[in-house]
């Protein structure tokens, strides 16, 4: 500013000019003048930035404290007991399963291993190549090898009988599943997408409950709570009875749309300790049951012991 006024006046006062010896005074007072100009918004701009990268700052952090006050909120929110699914869902949660983790781990207590066995063998044939990828199946079933009520037959006097006719079906129903199991396994072994190890027990049971896990995190539960009387010509109640086989209808255990209650390990602490008893439950069904006859698969290790650390 002092140069702008003394060229300024230099321009003016002659005897200023004189004294200056300068004959261009009003260009370089201008030129001071823009330089002085220039400066203070260049310092304005500075100040402008320095507030907008704290107004930013700040935003940030509020955005972060919302977010973490959101996700405390949504796990005050999140449902504390199971939630209610069918069967028909279970193929969506093993799709997540084996989509997301190197190692799958699914078992399952049930009548012929059908909800499990079905909708697994159709995701199993669409995985992508990873020969990382390890898939664990236990599933264990009732030992239809010997003599059981239900399923079985219902008498002409309302009273339950042995169906060894039906039985034998059912044996054959879940040999079926098993044997295809483990042709798939070999088959995505040989083409790298992976190993799947499958195992089937049998105990001397009734089918009543539904037990299915996925890794330690989710368990499904229900029971088989309807029942088909139908006629079964072909079979030999007519015989174990003694009665005529007009007399005689099966007596099977339905479930495939029976509800089921889904406990994940994110519900809270009950749905923790509901998986954690179901899973006692089963590993110690599991632990006590024997191989399905003519089993001819690895058995599948304990989880947690699989071939990586």
Partial sequence: MAVFFVGLVAQFVKPVGDALEGKAYLGG???????????????????????????????????????????????????????SVTPRNLEGYFADALDGEDETHIAALGFTGETVVVPLRLLLQGLARDPRRLVRIRILVPDFTRPID?????????????????????????????????????RLKDRDRGEVLVEFRVMHMSPSLKLYFINDDQAFEGIYDKIELRRDRNSSEASASGEGSDDVRLLDLIGHDSLLTRWHRDDGPQARTM???????????????????????????????????
Avoid: C
């Fill in 150 to 186: 239900v399923p079985g037959a219902l008498t002409g006097d309302g009273k339950a009988v042995d169906s060894p006719g039906f039985r034998q079906k059912l044996l054959d129903q879940v040999t079926e599943y098993r044997d295809s199991l483990e042709g798939l396994s070999d």
């Fill in 275 to 309: 998986i954690q008893r179901r899973k006692e439950l089963f590993d110690t069904y599991w632990a006590a049951a024997r191989p399905l006859p003519g089993i001819t698969g690895r058995p599948v290790p304990p989880q947690g012991a699989g071939r990586r650390a």
């Fill in 29 to 83: 007072a201008l030129l001071s003048l823009v330089g002085y100009v220039l400066y203070a918004e260049v310092q304005k701009l500075n100040a402008a930035h320095e507030g907008q990268r704290g107004a930013t700052e700040g935003l940030h952090t509020e955005v972060q404290r919302l977010h973490s006050e959101v996700q405390r909120l949504s796990s005050m929110l999140r449902p504390q007991g199971g939630e």
